[in-house]
């Protein structure tokens, strides 16, 4: 017989109590005090892994809550991340809005000037116009040119929060699952050791 099936052995004949000791006196002679103290010294080992089982749940336990923590602070952060891209689309519309003012009043400005100078000179009339005219393109060039720069840089931005955003969800999928994952571990050594300590 083995050591360990030994204590097993000698666990199940101390469990059976005074009663088999009554009834089995060369037993009785047989249990030595070796047997004994190896039976004291199984007792204690099973309670000291029981006691390290729920250390180990205990730190589980102080994992899970310093994740459910970190999910919150990951949770903050996306929050500011949000507000810091809608802050910078709502300023590239504003932008948007005041170049298009700017043409605007530009326009208007060269359309005085052309009425100035109609009042001035006929003649001037078809040079003016061609002014007008070169400026107009000169002045769409630059707003779809403008147009397109600020729609680029929304859409960069937008693409930057969404991944962002994909790493954080995926950052904290991980830690959920790392804590689960070590939560069944120690249940299932807690099972086993309760199983150890019924047998």
């Known amino acids: 017989m083995g050591s360990w099936p030994r204590r097993l052995w000698l666990l199940?004949?101390?469990?059976?109590?005074?009663?088999?000791?009554?009834?089995?006196?060369?037993?009785?002679?047989?249990?030595?005090?070796?047997?004994?103290?190896?039976?004291e010294t199984t007792l204690f080992d099973i309670q000291h892994r029981l006691a390290q089982v729920d250390a180990r749940k205990e730190q589980l336990e102080s994992q899970s809550q310093a994740l459910l923590l970190a999910k919150e602070a990951l949770q903050v952060e996306l929050g500011s991340v949000r507000k810091q891209t809608e802050a910078?689309?709502?300023?590239?519309?504003?932008?948007?809005?005041?170049?298009?003012?700017?043409?605007?009043?530009?326009?208007e400005e060269a359309q005085v000037a052309l009425r100035s100078r109609q009042a001035a000179h006929e003649e001037d009339v078809a040079h003016l116009q061609r002014e007008k005219e070169a400026l107009r393109?000169?002045?769409?060039?630059?707003?779809?040119?403008?147009?397109?720069?600020?729609?680029?840089?929304?859409?960069?931005l937008l693409a930057h929060h969404e991944a962002?955003?994909?790493?954080?969800?995926?950052?904290?999928?991980?830690?959920?699952?790392?804590?689960?994952?070590?939560?069944?571990?120690?249940?299932?050594e807690k099972q086993q050791a309760l199983s150890l300590k019924e047998s």
Request: aromatic content about 4%; charged content about 45%.
């Open 164 to 188: 962002e955003k994909e790493e954080l969800n995926e950052e904290l999928t991980a830690l959920q699952q790392e804590r689960d994952e070590s939560l069944l571990r120690a249940e299932n």
């Open 88 to 107: 910078e689309v709502n300023r590239l519309e504003r932008e948007k809005q005041l170049q298009a003012q700017k043409f605007s009043q530009m326009e």
């Open 137 to 156: 393109r000169e002045l769409e060039a630059e707003r779809e040119e403008l147009l397109r720069r600020l729609t680029r840089e929304r859409e960069e």
């Open 12 to 39: 199940s004949l101390w469990d059976m109590g005074p009663q088999w000791l009554r009834g089995s006196p060369c037993s009785l002679l047989n249990f030595s005090r070796s047997e004994k103290d190896a039976l």
